[in-house]
């Protein structure tokens, strides 16, 4: 049954339905499960997997049974993945969120002339955040609808209603996504942060809204407390930079304590934290200015100075180094990029100003925290943990010039499957394999979905990158372009396939998931080292476009595996590419490197294709004499030690 997407909203919009995640026919999943993973595994091990596939899917069996329990667990939700997924993306995972789970935006670099610019800056945008959350609360955003592939249909809205009023609450083995309701008064206020000092701003005073002057008045005053020494709290933020875990049992401790209690509450409760950071003092170039945001540079420089349990989190550097972190629970990156960019386009009106000083505002609260030593201990544990991995990030953002999507659109290809296939040659030629891949396809055409997953690594992918590598001297530059051709409509129908529900992990989540439910002991097929294999996505992707200025960053999922965030542009690309130093399989400058060599050999390739027949072959023929003997995988990656 379609559900009714928003209540007519005091009958100013209408409404619209939306259709429920579908479940996949059993039968579909388990074929498409086995040809994602064939080529990628040996053959016995494949073998072995078939055998447990089908054992699994045959008439009246437990894929049977368990597809029949999603399905009346589908009549009776609204989402009958929702929860599972955000427990198994999000909520269950106990690794830190610095690096590991927030995703950053970056702004351009802001030309600050002095400090009191970048608080005219905050003020503006706190003043933008309150515009927008209006506009949420009073239901006043207009539908989203898809665009690019199967363009046209209303998108699900619910994410927006989760940027302002969630939290990411830390259990001892799974998280908590605490949702305030939407308008409520006890949101009335932000928290800010500077000099690893949490200061608690009211924007509702004696019933009235606190303009933006006001609000400037509010930060100098902030600014000022913090700069006093004497009743300098220490660096509690460091806590939320910790594992899930190991913050949730600090959390406990903390709350022994009534103004430990009271602090924590109120943070629980705000709007969106704003980090007022210092010159970071480090070089401001893309990549030094996207690890400010994924990890703040560490207890030393700015990594204290953070809240990384809030949903939003601005960051606004004295040096001009801003941006937003994000704790992804609550919402995806596209929906995180439609807010920054109102915000940017908002903060495009900001016009010199001077603080009103009004006397009746009462003077911000700094937030006080009883500690023992116990709890300094725990804070230097943090802080240490928080170093490692600032030390284990390699980051490299790239801007690929020598073309961007119109070429790829000119070629009559989809511009995301090219570079996913770019993707996959990039890393062949790192590592000589292909392994799992993960690409986020939004679901947001069904009611509150999320995402699945665009598997990318496809035999015809691996058969591309095989021609363009290892085959590269034996094979035709026409059985190349029909290769690319072949791999180029694999990624397109598996796209087609994630974005109208047909994805595979999804399912084979919620069946794994259901099994647990009726307290089933887990199925051979999840426990089978190919399905667990499968999952750990050593290559983890996603497309997160812009229309103005900034980008998009995340860390790997894995400690041997790649982060890659990329931004289609008409006329260049944009990638930003983690990985961790400890791995000996991975480096992002080597990686960028790779990615380059292909972005070119690929439209090489589709030009000399596109020529008259006379002029392909003596330009192919040209081609192969220049080039030599077929390219080898790039030897391993040398780590630069940063
Ligand atoms: N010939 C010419 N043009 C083509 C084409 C072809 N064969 N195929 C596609 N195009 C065009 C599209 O019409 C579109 O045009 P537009 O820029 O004018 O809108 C453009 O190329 C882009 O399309 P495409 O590259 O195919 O990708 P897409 O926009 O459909 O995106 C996904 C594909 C998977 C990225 C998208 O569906 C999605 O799910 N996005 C969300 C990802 C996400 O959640 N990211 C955040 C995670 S935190």
Request: hydrophobic share 35%; net charge negative.
């Amino acid at each position: 049954m379609p559900i009714l997407e928003r209540e007519p909203p005091k009958g100013r919009r209408e409404s619209y339905v939306l259709p429920k995640v579908p479940v996949p026919p059993l039968k579909q999943t388990l074929d498409m499960y086995l040809t994602s993973i064939k080529h990628l595994v040996k053959e016995e091990q494949y073998r072995k997997t078939k055998s447990i596939v089908e054992k699994f899917g045959e008439p009246g069996g437990t894929g049977e049974l368990l597809q029949k329990k999603l399905l009346e667990k589908s009549d009776n939700t609204h989402n009958w993945v929702y929860d599972y997924w955000l427990d198994d993306m999000y909520l269950n995972q106990r690794l830190a969120l610095p690096v590991n789970s927030n995703p950053a935006m970056v702004f351009p670099k802001q030309d600050f002339r002095d400090h009191k610019d970048s608080l005219r800056f905050a003020a503006h945008l706190i003043t933008g955040v309150l515009e927008y959350k209006e506009r949420i609360d009073t239901r006043a955003l207009p539908v989203d609808y898809s665009r690019g592939r199967l363009a046209g249909t209303p998108l699900c809205m619910k994410q927006y209603y989760r940027l302002f009023n969630t939290y990411r609450l830390p259990g001892l083995k799974r998280d908590t996504l605490v949702i305030h309701e939407a308008g409520s008064t006890e949101q009335e206020h932000i928290i800010v942060a500077c000099k690893n000092q949490f200061f608690v701003l009211d924007l509702v005073v004696k019933e009235k809204k606190l303009n933006e002057m006001h609000i400037l008045t509010q930060l100098e005053k902030i600014v000022k407390m913090a700069e006093n020494t004497e009743e300098r709290q220490p660096s509690f933020g460091l806590l939320t930079s910790d594992g899930r875990t190991e913050w949730a049992q600090a959390r406990d401790v903390l709350i022994t304590d009534s103004v430990n209690r009271e602090s924590l509450a109120v943070i629980e409760k705000c709007l969106c934290v704003v980090c007022l950071d210092d010159t970071s003092g480090v070089e401001v170039g893309d990549t030094s200015r996207a690890l400010l945001m994924l990890h703040g540079g560490g207890h030393e420089k700015m990594g204290a100075n953070r809240w990384y349990d809030k949903p939003m989190q601005f960051v606004v550097g004295e040096d001009g180094v801003c941006g937003t972190v994000c704790e992804h629970s609550p919402f995806e990156g596209i929906v995180l990029v439609a807010c920054t960019e109102y915000l940017m386009k908002f903060m495009k009106s900001l016009q010199d100003g001077e603080a009103t000083n009004v006397s009746e505002l009462p003077t911000p609260r700094r937030l006080l925290w009883k500690t023992t030593p116990d709890i300094q201990d725990l804070l230097k544990a943090s802080a240490e943990r928080l170093q490692r991995l600032v030390r284990e990030l390699d980051m490299d953002v790239h801007k690929f010039e020598v073309y961007g999507k119109e070429f790829i659109k000119k070629q009559k290809m989809s511009p995301d499957a090219y570079i996913q296939v770019a993707l996959q040659l990039a890393f062949y030629r790192c590592n000589g394999r292909l392994v799992s891949t993960y690409e986020s396809a939004s679901i947001r055409r069904f009611h509150e979905g999320r995402v699945d997953n665009i598997r990318s690594a496809t035999p015809e992918a691996l058969a591309f990158v095989k021609a363009m590598t290892d085959e590269k001297t034996s094979l035709s530059d026409s059985e190349k372009m029909k290769r690319l051709w072949d791999a180029i409509n694999a990624q397109t129908n598996s796209t087609i396939a994630a974005i109208t529900g047909m994805g595979i992990d999804n399912h084979l989540l919620g069946l794994r998931e259901i099994s647990q439910d009726i307290h089933m002991e887990v199925p051979e097929i999840f426990t089978d080292e190919t399905y667990v294999a499968s999952n750990q996505f050593i290559l983890s992707t996603s497309q997160v476009p812009t229309t103005v200025e900034m980008f998009c960053c995340y860390g790997p999922v894995v400690p041997n595996g790649y982060g890659c965030c990329y931004n289609p542009q008409a006329d260049h690309l944009l990638f930003s590419v983690t990985s961790f130093n400890g791995s000996t399989e991975t480096s992002s400058a080597v990686f960028i490197e790779a990615l380059d060599e292909g972005l070119v050999e690929m439209r090489d390739l589709c030009e000399k294709s596109n020529k008259p027949q006379s002029d392909t072959a003596a330009a192919s023929k040209a081609v192969e004499k220049s080039q030599g003997a077929g390219s080898k995988p790039l030897s391993t990656p040398q780590k630069t030690g940063k």
